[in-house]
């Protein structure tokens, strides 16, 4: 199914979805790193029904979610919405902004 939105001069312009990540918030305490990682639709439709079905870090073990597939919903156009999980942080190596890993 195409879609496309109608502009004021009567021609038509495609719709689309384009998801992406955005920089993650993040977070560390007691071993446990936490991420927000937002979901951003750049597209010119609202993309439907969003869901993760999985995620890893590197050798982390991931804590939460528990279970998958994670349900995001709807994200209409130039809209976010934020995936939150937790994985165990011992054993991964932190780097800061201009600092050597």
């Known amino acids: 199914m195409a879609l496309a939105q109608e502009r004021d ?23 446990t790193l936490f991420i927000a990682l937002p979901i951003i ?10 869901q993760v079905r ?9 804590i939460t979610p528990g279970a998958f597939p994670v349900t ?9 919405a934020v995936l939150d999980a937790s994985f165990t942080s011992n054993g991964l190596a932190w780097c800061r902004t201009n600092s050597t890993c």
Do not use: H
């Open 9 to 31: 001069d009567g021609s038509f312009a495609p719709r689309f979805v384009d998801l992406g990540a955005d920089e993650p918030g993040l977070d560390e305490e007691q071993d």
């Open 72 to 80: 995001l919903g709807d994200i209409a156009a130039s809209q976010r």
């Open 54 to 62: 999985s995620i890893k870090l590197a050798s982390a073990t991931r």
């Open 41 to 50: 639709n750049k597209g010119t439709a609202t993309a439907s029904n969003i």
